[in-house]
């Protein structure tokens, strides 16, 4: 259980990405944190300095069990990898309708290329519930960052895209059952 009340000192600099806005940041080791939002192996967190999301990774600089990178073998077929993409995309939250991205029918295209030294170039067309979501920088650096983990990623680039709009047909029935929709 979440204690949105817990006053956490963080014990090391931490990368974070700023909410709304989607600018990495070091948060400075001993600084006061609550976390706020826990979903997806993320956490978003509040600090002196505004709202920040902390990837998984960085988990035990606020105390939880840091995540472990995705592993992947050597001689991963295409398709596996590609599958390793959306598994990673569906770590992705919409902070205001907890529901990953990929469900909420958000990730219109997801492009996977190598190059000659066999490192992947991938690119998202992904768009928003709303055009004028003020989570849109935050929720495409958190794509982005998720994809990196993977290993052997060269770049990741994320555009959004507004047509077609997005509608809530366009949500998994999962999510769609989930959002009390169905």
């Known amino acids: 259980m979440l204690d949105n009340n817990e006053i956490i000192n963080l014990t090391r600099d931490c990368e974070a990405i700023s909410v709304p806005f989607g600018e990495k940041q070091i948060l400075k080791k001993g600084s006061e944190v609550q976390i706020m939002q826990a979903m997806g192996g993320s956490y978003t967190i509040y600090a002196t300095e505004g709202m920040f999301r902390v990837n998984g990774v960085n988990a035990d600089a606020i105390g939880k069990e840091p995540e472990k990178p995705p592993v992947i073998s050597e001689n991963i077929s295409e398709s596996e990898f590609e599958d390793e993409v959306w598994k990673q995309m569906r770590t992705v939250y919409d902070p205001e309708i907890p529901i990953n991205v990929v469900d909420l029918g958000l ?53 959004l895209v507004l047509d077609p709009p997005w509608s809530m047909e366009m949500m998994s029935e999962a999510a769609r059952l989930e959002a009390g929709l169905v």
Do not use: F, H
């Open 107 to 159: 990730i219109y295209n997801c492009d996977i290329a190598k190059d000659p030294n066999d490192q992947y170039i991938i690119k998202v067309d992904m768009t928003l519930t709303a055009p004028g979501c003020g989570m849109a920088d935050v929720l495409v650096e958190d794509i982005r960052e998720r994809i990196n983990l993977l290993p052997r990623i060269l770049s990741v680039e994320v555009e």
